[in-house]
């Protein structure tokens, strides 16, 4: 009834999560002024419970997309809390550090704990690395639900550049090669490559200028995509005035028909070995 009031004491109290009785350790009714608790015949007594439910902390990592530079990469993240009186606020590191190939970064938490969010090295080769930041804290684990999710570090190909030299010539019989002025540039880090002109024509006409790369033994090719800057090896038709003079041939007369039995006869301005084409 309004007219009555109860003065109880309890004894209970819960810090870390979990769940503990909230026991009831004395009652007293009064109507009014007056204690009428002995009176009461049927006074029941229902102790409560105190229940602190773990701080629920997500860790979510950014996505991250790097073209290729020999070096291994990290990605960051973003630290919420999830539950609790600071339910959505973010957190930012104080602190960062190193253990081993793997970045530390380190929060304060408003419990006066310390979270520490451990991001490991992706990489350095082309591809796509998926891994789950590891996540501690300084005080009791059970105070805490740590949800860390899937993070993926991308790395793509680097472009190089293969250049190769041109050159041109009158035909002559002999092939055209270009070897000097081959190069490749862009390499990262330290990467090697070599270059090697390959490209040749004999005949009247043009080609390009072609390569073959040889990778350095610490290098991957699929690191890299290949831009080609080719030069153009070209034979020209030759101008020169070509001179076939067959040399004379006699006897003395003998009722017969002279007929050359081998051609006998002088050229001039004939590249290489053409003269058997000819022939």
Known sequence: PSYLTCQATVAGDQTNAGTTDNVITG????????DITASLTALTRQNGTLTVAPLRIGIVPTDRSVEYDGNGKWAASTVTYVNGGSAGETLTFYDFGASG?????????????????????????????????????????????????????????????????????????????????????GLKGYDTATV?????????????????????????????????????????????????????KS????????????????YDGLPNDDLWIML
Do not use: R
Request: aromatic share 10%; proline share 4%.
């Open 27 to 34: 009652c007293a009714i009064y109507h009014g002024d007056e």
């Open 101 to 185: 190939s793997d970045h530390l970064f380190y929060y304060a938490l408003n419990t006066g704990d310390t979270l520490t969010v451990s991001m490991p090295q992706c990489g350095p080769d082309k591809g796509e690395y998926e891994f789950t930041p590891g996540c501690s804290v300084s005080g009791a684990e059970g105070n805490y639900i740590l949800a860390a999710a899937i993070g993926k570090v991308t790395i793509t190909p680097a472009e190089v550049t293969v250049t190769t030299g041109s050159a041109s010539k009158a035909y002559d019989g002999y092939e055209l090669t270009k070897a000097d002025g081959a190069e490749i540039t």
């Open 196 to 248: 090697t002109a390959t490209g040749s024509i004999t005949n009247v006409g043009s080609a390009a200028n072609t390569y073959a790369i040889a990778w350095g033994s610490s290098t991957s090719s699929a690191n890299y995509t290949v831009t080609e800057n080719l030069g153009t090896l070209t034979v020209t038709t030759n101008s020169t005035p070509i001179t076939i003079t067959l040399k004379p």
């Open 251 to 266: 006897k003395v007369y003998d009722g017969t028909a002279l007929y050359p039995d081998d051609l006998d006869f002088d």
